[in-house]
């Protein structure tokens, strides 16, 4: 992957810049020696590695302007940081960059139950926040698979989804305020704890920017009380057109259910000998449904839902009983990325989305691709929201291996586009699909993007490389 | 007027304007924030057509000068409806242009969702006369900077939206509404929190201080909607006297509160958005000025009128301000609206970079000059 050229001047002062970190900052919170910054070379893509300059990690709001008066001063490339789980890589650092990683800003500042927000530092993982308020019967919305470990901050830069967003939204839905630091070390305060903002909505266009407009240093978000309770169901269908055709009758029939996920047969097996879910091995394909409500509503909910259900002749149908039933069905596909990691020893997972009715005929095409390239894909869909997860299987150990799954990939996510789509559902451009954007988008769209990150970020310091493609950087910058 | 019909011809009229544009659908909004000073007028009421519906999709593409009544028909027959409740404060030939452009919502907003939350792609042309589409009709799109919600609610002042595309969804199959008596404005709020901090999913919350009613709606089959309405009623019994009401009453109720038909329009309107506790002490501060109104978003969103003087839009302004909220003027006589702060003024560093984004728009400052904030 191509980076844009390091900065000369940068990396010669390198022993210059760690001392001056260290003289606006608190001595343990800057990190200059490699063997502390190995951890710091990859994110969650890991198939891409760059060692930083440095590494700062700010404890409060006052560091975190310090840090950039003092890059933006120097002219020093800043990456944000969460913690590290980006899919696309959000957080591959440069050579000449210091990366500003945010996970000691992980306090909780106040819940408001009557008026139903929280307040949380960045580092603050997405599953605290429901941790945080459950005591009540609260929780926050969007949960990633990864929830367990990504933070906040993370979410909010890249406009994170989850299992549940067909019925709760996605991350940029459930925030209510923000306060961001600009290049210039200015703080910003952007929405507040109500609804809605007078003039321009910065709130939705800093969230998903990936990190090219400022850091964040401080997130409301909207908490919600929980439903009575939760229950899923499995259907097995006997091809992958048939198990699409009910997801288009479920929603058709005017039942919004809080999940729709669909799996393909190898992602159901590699699933079940992972949870041992007692999904179906016999299916083609497999939705997870589930619903919300008291228990006479979930069963009349999933009484419905059989019923459309049989009429697509599933192979097997069946009604969790218990929440610990419930519970393994979803720790199957939540676990999902790590059953495949046991079969294979890479992967590379996409993140298209595409117009639900599309379903059939885009995974009829993903399999020719997948016996074009010789590598295997299982594909893992938020079906409700057509929002595709096909992994893509192959050997990191083989450069080829390796080459093939990226344009296997990218063939994907064109085909993704074609049919009405797009590249990225929830998981970020990043540096991963960063060529790619020119396929969804005219020069002058880009242009457009281009100057909207140079008027909060005019000499491009902020997490650059990523987003756009680098042919049209040094034009806009 | 200018109306084009095709998004080529609007692009060549933006960029053959040698001076400012008034940019707009049908113009019924036009009474809102800061008049426009331009020798010219752009109407999108052209435009006009639903080029894209997927009920199976939950999905909608309309041309902005399609009018908001013929989307709301065509979403009835597939009984399918808008998520975020869209006012007909300003008459039935408003555009979804227009509505997105203003990015007003109605009651379901409190838990559904504002127009913003629901808008998937834009086509649009900014001030240079570049036809850009940002988004696009897929639910789940993070693909570059959400430049379609940065336009919603933009007032027509980065570009000149042409086609916009939004997400749609059922109609319940019922609607029932908890009507609690008696309460004042405190009780009334603490009620409506009481229930939006329930399990039972409330689409609606709203507080009449004339009527001395809170109101809380719930939409979903019909059995499930009987049991939420009678357990939350049962919950709910404590702050006062209890009704509920079924499909028909309810739909009625919630319309009259979506147009704002409680609100007595005398000379200003405003619109305030704050922390849902904030909004009685509102009500109450503002009450000596011959400034009434009533509450609706869980108490957070305060319409209001009043007198259309300088001395009451400051109470007004302060008293959103206080309560760490927002406001926007929607409704004033030109005078007025052209001195005051209609949104609430910006700080510096948020000024320049304002300036600096509609640049990148808009390089000329042609489209709409001066209908946020004075230039």
Known sequence: MLQPKPKSNVLEKR???????????PERAVIGDDVSLKPYETDGLSAYKQMPLAVVLPENEAQVVAVMKFCHLHGIRIIPRGAGTSLSGGALPLADAVVIGMMRMNKILDVNYADRYAVVQPGVTNIAITQAVQDEEFFYAPDPSSQLACMIGGNVSMNSGGAHCLKYGVTANNLLGLRMVTIEGEVLEIGGKHMDAAGYDWLGLITGSEGQLGVLTEVTVRILHSPEGARAMLAGFASNEVAGACVDAIISSGIIPVALEFMDKPAIHACEDFAHAGYPLDAEALLIIEVEGSETEQTEMLARIRDICAAYHPVSMRVSQTAEESAAIWKGRKGAFGAVGRISPDYLCMDGTIPTSQLPNVLKRMQQMSDDYGLKVANI????DGNLHPLIMFDANDVESFHKAEAFGADILKLCVEVGGCLTGEHGVGIEKRDLMSVQFTPAELDQQRRIKTAFDPDWLLNPSKVFPLSGLSAAA | MMTPDTEEALAAVIRAANGPLLVQG???????LRPVQAAATLSTSSLSGITLYAPNELVMSAKAGTRLSDIETALAAAGQQMICEPPHIHGDNQTIGGIVATNLSGPRRVTGGAMRDHVLGVRAVNGSGEILKFGGRVLKNVTGLDVAKLLTGSFGTLAVMTEVTFKVL????????????GLDAEQGVAALSAGLGSPFFVTGAAYLPAEKQALLRIEDFATSVKYRTEKLAAQLGAYGAVEILGTDDSKALWRNIRDCKFLDISEAVWRLSVVPSAGPAILRALAPL??????????????LAGPADQATHDAVCQAARAAGGTWWLMQAPEPLRTVVDALPPEPEALAAIRARVQASFDPRGILNPGRLRAA
Request: glycine share 20%; proline share 2%; hydrophobic share 45%.
């Open chain 1, 15 to 25: 022993a210059e810049i760690i001392a001056g970190l260290k003289a606006v900052l």
């Open chain 2, 290 to 303: 011959g400034v009434t109104g009533f509450l609706d978003w869980g108490g957070g969103l305060v319409n």
């Open chain 2, 170 to 181: 059922p109609v319940s199959e019922a609607t029932g509404t908890i009507v609690l008596r």
């Open chain 2, 26 to 32: 049908n113009g019924t909004k036009s009474g809102m």
């Open chain 1, 381 to 384: 869909f938020h079906a409700g």
